[in-house]
């Protein structure tokens, strides 16, 4: 991969929101589904990062980038 996915993902860490969290179910939904098909567990959590990322930029509550 072009950039480091954990640096990356280890820097955004502190800038999380707390609001912008998994639920318990979430996870273990995607621990369900991961069991059946890890490249579709991933897709389907960057899916939904994704979308709650893009809720919160629509609302105001971010602004600027990492």
Do not use: C, W
Request: aromatic content about 10%.
């Amino acid at each position: 991969m072009k950039r480091n996915m954990e640096k990356t993902a280890e820097r955004a860490k502190k800038n999380i929101p707390e609001y912008y969290d998994l639920t318990y179910k979430d996870i273990y939904d995607l621990l369900e589904k991961s069991t059946k098909d890890r490249g579709q567990a991933i897709l389907t959590a960057f899916e939904y990062g994704f979308v709650l990322g893009h809720r919160a930029t629509l609302a105001g509550k971010v602004t600027k980038r990492l």
